[in-house]
């Protein structure tokens, strides 16, 4: 898990207060979902502040699902940080895309037919194109 501090022009020096929350990335076929917060008019990636007893992983499971009726199962804490920008959205993005450039070479390694060694290839080949789009 990456730690970031980001701290806006109307930082003093020290908080008040803060509060836990917790946010779902969700990517997919690209596309990152995310909710139309109606007060603000903002769309903002869906999330909200953790609930007494309650566990990370199930604020942000809960959270998806209030805000955008979809259920997610959690995988890892990617970052903690003060304030989310598309920049740090962008990069948790490559670095997905990065893991999965990496798996693909172990199995065009190990495949054990040229059939899967081909759609493998034709896979990376377009994660590829995706990365240099980034």
Do not use: F, H
Not at 83 to 94: A, F, P
Request: proline share 1%.
């Amino acid at each position: 898990m990456k730690i970031i501090d980001i701290v806006g022009d109307n930082y003093l020096g020290k908080w008040n207060k803060t509060r836990t929350a917790c946010r779902g990335i969700v990517i997919e076929n690209p596309e990152i979902l995310l909710s139309y917060e109606s007060v603000t008019g903002q769309w903002m990636i869906p999330g909200g502040g953790l609930e007494e007893n309650e566990s990370e992983a199930d604020c942000c499971i809960r959270e998806v699902a209030e805000e955008t009726g979809i259920l997610v199962n959690t995988s890892e804490c990617l970052l903690e940080l003060e304030k989310l920008t598309l920049e740090v959205v962008r990069k948790i993005e490559i670095d997905k895309l990065q893991k999965r450039k990496q798996e693909l070479i172990k199995e065009i390694q190990s495949a054990d037919t040229e059939e899967k060694r081909r759609l493998l290839e034709e896979e990376l080949n377009d994660l590829i194109i995706k990365l240099a789009k980034r």
